[in-house]
Nanobody
Framework: VQLQASGGGLVQAGGSLRLSCAAS????????MGWLCQAPGKEREFVAG????????QYADSVKGRFTISRDNAKNTVYLQMNSLKAEDTAVYYC???????????????WGQGTLVTVSS
């Protein structure tokens, strides 16, 4: 499975971005999907996860109420809608896929290449 993330960029604090991650090479609906982030000088962190048919969703406490994860199995794509962005959200965001749930997990089957989100204060 190949994962291609996009949608990152520079945004002012309080603004919004929508990340997308397109999957190919596998049966998308067989995988749970998620987003992780890594800020400069920090360890990688879990952001959000969504189960195969969107029946179960998890968020990190730091993004609850501001970020929304969703998926479109017909388009083989998972999204992360990011609202009310803060400077501390600045990070490289990675999409991940795994056949198992729940998230977060110790490891994931597949990783995307990452997309950079920069929030200016």
């Amino acid at each position: 499975v190949q994962l291609q993330a996009s949608g990152g960029g520079l945004v002012q604090a309080g603004g919004s971005l929508r990340l997308s991650c397109a999957a190919s090479g596998g049966t998308f609906s067989s995988y749970c999907m998620g987003w992780l982030c890594q800020a400069p000088g920090k360890e990688r962190e879990f952001v959000a996860g969504i189960s195969w048919s969107s029946g179960s969703i998890q968020y990190a406490d730091s993004v609850k109420g501001r970020f929304t994860i969703s998926r479109d199995n017909a388009k083989n794509t998972v999204y992360l809608q990011m609202n009310s962005l803060k400077a501390e959200d600045t990070a490289v965001y990675y999409c991940v896929a795994d056949r198992h749930y729940p998230f977060p997990r110790m490891s994931y089957d597949y990783w995307g290449q990452g997309t950079l989100v920069t929030v200016s204060s």
